[in-house]
């Protein structure tokens, strides 16, 4: 079993940058890959950015945050990140960290955080 936990989020204003930070206990978290989803009011949960499982390892954004946020982790801290530049108001939203095989689809996760929410304001 992997415990994960999410921290960093808070209420930041439009164009200001926030990073979530994911940390993992009980198993080690570097046989997993690591993904950050969100979810806003009333909306589907959805796919924000996804790290394999090595540290330095290949990632994959949602064509709304490439450019603007960066995943990465640090297995010998058994933590990821997901540095958040340039916020909009539209990344308001609770942001979940995932580990499990890979891909895009919340299915392939099977160990989730409690969340962290993010607001940003205009």
């Known amino acids: 079993q992997v415990q994960l936990v999410e921290s960093g989020g808070g209420l930041v204003q439009a164009g200001d940058a926030l990073r979530l930070s994911c940390a993992a206990s009980g198993r080690t978290l570097n046989s997993y890959a690591v993904a950050w989803f969100r979810q806003a009011p009333g909306k589907d949960r959805e796919f924000v950015a996804r790290i394999s499982w090595r540290s330095g390892g290949s990632t994959f954004y949602a064509d709304s945050v490439k450019g603007r946020f960066t995943i990465s982790r640090d297995n010998a801290k058994n933590t990821a990140y997901l540095q958040m530049d340039s916020l909009k108001p539209e990344d308001t939203a609770a942001y979940y960290c995932?580990?499990?095989?890979?891909?895009?689809?919340?299915?392939?996760?099977?160990?989730w955080g409690p969340g962290t929410q993010v607001t940003v304001s205009s």
């Open positions: 995932a580990a499990g095989v890979g891909g895009t689809r919340d299915r392939t996760y099977n160990y």
